[in-house]
């Protein structure tokens, strides 16, 4: 009850329409009293957002993660952000095999947050060279290169990555102490 959730996103939008939210939001989940914070910040930038060095327990990402500009500079800023030994709930996508920046960065542009995915040793690697321990796996479950956020929708695709297989994982990943 103590605790501050501080929420960023670049889209000042989509900022105001999480505090157009908050008070039903905290309502709706029986706080006592409003314990969010909303700001416009860069993932990889999070200083800009006011979040200091070690000031945050846990930091949640979601599979947007695979949109970001640089992955790797995010993961790296969540480290900073974390205290010794605090949380990173990481939920993305992992692509089987590497591909070239030409169709990762396609994929990025036409916001298809799977098809932007990157491997699982390269997820790895930007993790331990931000400070983390080896994730631990929470969930996983294959997805299509097509698929939307909604289970039923579809999304446009890059060509020639048809044959590149996906998976959706949900990590729990610590900083080391």
């Avoid at 905290?26 to 800009?48: C, K, Q, T």
């Avoid at 006011?50 to 500009?69: E, R, S």
Wanted: glycine share 8%; hydrophobic share 40%.
């Amino acid at each position: 009850n103590d605790g501050t959730a501080v929420g960023t996103d670049w889209s000042e939008a989509y900022i105001q329409e999480a505090k157009d939210g908050m008070n039903r939001a905290w309502h709706d989940s029986g706080l006592a009293r409003n314990n969010m914070d909303f700001r416009v910040a860069y993932p990889e930038d999070l200083i800009a957002a006011g979040i200091g060095t070690a000031t945050m327990d846990a930091v949640y990402v979601n599979n947007v993660i695979t949109l970001f500009c640089d992955q790797a500079q995010a993961i790296k800023e969540f480290g900073r952000v974390l205290r010794p030994g605090g949380l990173l709930i990481m939920e993305t996508v992992l692509a089987d095999r590497p591909r070239t920046d030409a169709v990762v960065d396609a994929a990025r542009d036409m916001g298809n947050s799977i098809q932007a995915a990157r491997t699982r040793e390269e997820n790895l690697a930007w993790l331990e060279a931000a400070g983390f321990e080896q994730p631990e796996l929470q969930d996983s479950y294959e997805v299509a290169a097509d698929r939307g956020y909604k289970a039923d929708q579809k999304v446009a695709t890059v060509p020639g990555d048809e044959d590149v297989r996906y998976e959706a994982v949900s990590w729990y990943v610590r900083k080391r102490a």
